[in-house]
């Protein structure tokens, strides 16, 4: 990584994000992968984003499904966070599944779980963007938001 890319990305680590765990059922079984670039696209029609680096070991397999969970993690899953962050984490643990809606697994536990068909996917340098619309969605009250903020987890705090 030069010098400029790692100064580019620290700035952006500037930016506090939530974590999300963007999960998929495969021939091989089910997969995971910790993500912070989740955004609202639409309301009407519901369309979500994330993006995926050309990279990634999981790559391949996120380019073959057409369905997908973005799991909005609470600060109880830095676990399965760290984990699924990592090469070769691939494989989502049984006891943290859910079953989903149209096969599409999801994570329990999680403050919110977007079920979604994949709408488009875009050229973003080095990385893909994946914009899904949003079939089915659950959200869950109490628990607080697993965040991210200069290349630390972090918890969120009142004002």
């Known amino acids: 990584m030069t010098t400029e890319i790692r100064?580019?990305?620290?700035?952006?680590g500037c930016f506090t994000t939530g974590v999300c765990v963007v999960t998929a059922a495969t021939?091989?079984?089910?997969?995971?992968?910790?993500?912070?670039?989740?955004?609202?696209?639409?309301?009407?029609p519901p369309l979500v984003l994330w993006s995926?680096?050309?990279?990634?070991?999981?790559a391949e397999a996120f380019h073959i499904v057409d369905r997908f969970a973005i799991n909005v993690l609470s600060e109880e899953m830095q676990a399965i966070s760290s984990?699924?962050?990592k090469k070769g984490a691939?494989?989502?643990?049984?006891?943290a599944l859910d079953p989903g809606p149209h096969e599409v697994p999801i994570l329990h536990g999680a403050l919110a779980q977007?079920?979604?068909?994949?709408?488009?996917?875009?050229?973003?340098?080095?990385?893909v963007i994946f914009v899904g619309r949003v079939t089915e969605?659950?959200?869950s009250e109490g628990a607080a938001p697993l965040i991210y903020y200069r290349g630390k987890y972090r918890t969120l705090a009142e004002a």
């Open 7 to 12: 100064r580019l990305r620290d700035a952006l």
């Open 27 to 44: 021939d091989t079984g089910v997969i995971g992968l910790t993500i912070n670039s989740f955004a609202s696209v639409s309301l009407d």
């Open 52 to 58: 995926l680096d050309r990279a990634s070991d999981r």
């Open 83 to 85: 984990a699924l962050a």
């Open 90 to 95: 691939h494989a989502v643990p049984v006891e």
């Open 114 to 127: 977007f079920i979604c068909t994949v709408e488009n996917r875009h050229d973003g340098g080095d990385h």
């Open 137 to 139: 969605f659950r959200q």
